[in-house]
């Protein structure tokens, strides 16, 4: 995981700074990711529809392999000296239909493998693993970028594909007990249903969820906007340094779940994570200087992997082992729809509105430029500092909302 990892963050760091360089649009730097995550948003509940129902362990190694033939196709193109940005567009979609198979048919399989009281620890080492791939990428991507070109990056991706599928193969993935009755087959029409039915008879775990989307709209909003945030007023090797630094507040905070495992109540936790990364990002938007940005995201990047590692733990913990591949499915459609909104509204906003208002002697500029600055890029700071207020206010709500408060002690717990 953490080798595969480590290809896929590089093979995103190379061709993220490639797209932005060749075109100079943030809008289409955006719509690479929007590419990459709507396809899997809309096929994550018919995905994991199969995954309840083939074995678990398959269904990764063959999503996997799927991704490995995209990444094949990418290097011969580069090798050819014919790739295109439309190309990226494909590649990412097609990556991430094969991708809402294997995130549901992991999460479903962990439950499987850990004990209850271990799931936010192991949820921790997966998470450090991930962190770890991000933190190493991009120093190595301008390294090797210079030694052996994209060619050679997307070579070592497709490498590193091929080593997750060996380690597929030696891993034995336990059938899951039956909780729902077997008198009658269900269809795969009442399948692809089952994960909002189940849902909607649990109001707490679907307003938790659903707040899950909406944090994944503010924070990939955010998120979107950190590269050309600094390149706005920086070059690369910033953004190198940014990207790290960020990478490992998500580093440390996996190393620190895997070493504690978490506290006893988890929800209380996920709001007190959330509010955390809001202020990371508030911070990161408030002046172009590089430290000061970094330090906002590591600050964000380590409280939004801990709320997010809490919230796998407890949706581990509180869903029926037999059945988590269609609700994880649902639930991945639900984040993912808000997630991909993301893309193009952080674009579209930065481009059409908040940095034209940020110019000198524009609207808001008068507003907010003694405080924050104006000129370019201090739109796009405008937007990050936004999207920490209201991933503050979306903590608040969670308190407030009884469902959601009290869902940790109203649902019984599904995994031993």
């Not at 995550?37 to 529809?49: K, S």
């Not at 080492?125 to 997307?154: H, K």
């Not at 994960?195 to 707040?211: I, K, Q």
């Not at 709001?271 to 002046?287: D, K």
């Amino acid at each position: 995981m953490f080798l595969s990892g480590i290809g896929s963050s590089l093979s995103a760091f190379a061709f993220g700074v490639w797209v932005f360089q060749k075109t100079g649009s943030t809008t289409q730097f955006a719509v690479t990711t929007f590419a990459a995550v709507l396809p899997y948003a809309l096929l994550a509940p018919i995905a994991g529809t199969f995954v309840d129902r083939w074995d678990r362990r398959s269904t990764m190694i063959g999503a996997d392999s799927g991704q490995a033939l995209v990444t094949a196709i990418i290097a011969w193109l580069l090798w050819h000296d014919q790739l295109a940005v439309w190309h990226l567009y494909i590649a990412a979609a097609l990556s991430a239909i094969f991708g809402s198979f294997s995130g549901p048919a992991y999460s479903a399989s962990t439950a499987l493998l850990v004990p209850k009281e271990q799931l936010a620890r192991v949820s921790g080492l997966g998470r450090f693993a991930w962190s770890g791939s991000r933190l190493l990428a991009p120093l190595l991507a301008g390294l090797l970028v210079v030694a052996i070109g994209l060619t050679g990056i997307v070579l070592i991706d497709l490498a590193t594909f091929l080593i997750a599928l060996v380690g597929y193969g030696l891993i034995q993935i336990p059938q899951p007990p039956r909780t729902q009755p077997t008198v009658t087959t269900p269809t795969f029409w009442q399948d692809l249903r089952f994960g909002w039915h189940y849902l909607l008879e649990r109001p707490g775990l679907l307003g938790l969820v659903f707040m899950g989307g909406v944090l994944n709209l503010f924070n990939n909003i955010a998120n979107t906007l950190q590269i050309p945030l600094v390149l706005s007023f920086a070059d690369a090797d910033a953004v190198g340094v940014v990207l790290t630094l960020s990478a490992g507040g998500s580093l440390v905070s996996g190393a620190l779940m895997a070493a504690w495992g978490g506290p006893k109540r988890l929800l209380p936790g996920v709001m007190a994570f959330i509010a955390i990364s809001g202020i990371g990002y508030t911070v990161a938007g408030l002046y172009p200087l590089v430290w000061l940005i970094a330090a906002g995201f590591s600050v964000a990047s380590l409280a939004g992997t801990g709320w997010g590692m809490l919230m796998t733990a407890l949706e581990q913990r509180k869903v029926a082992l037999d059945v988590q591949g269609r609700v994880f499915g649902t639930e991945g459609m639900i984040a993912l729809l808000f997630e991909s909104a993301a893309y193009p509204l952080a674009g579209l906003l930065a481009d059409q509105i908040f940095e034209p208002a940020m110019g000198d002697g524009e609207w808001l500029a008068t507003v907010l430029g003694p405080f924050v600055g104006v000129g370019a890029g201090r739109g796009m700071g405008v937007q990050i500092l936004l999207m920490g207020c209201f991933v503050i206010c979306t903590a608040s709500i969670g308190v407030l909302v009884p469902r959601i408060r009290h869902m940790e002690q109203e649902l019984p717990d599904a995994v031993q």
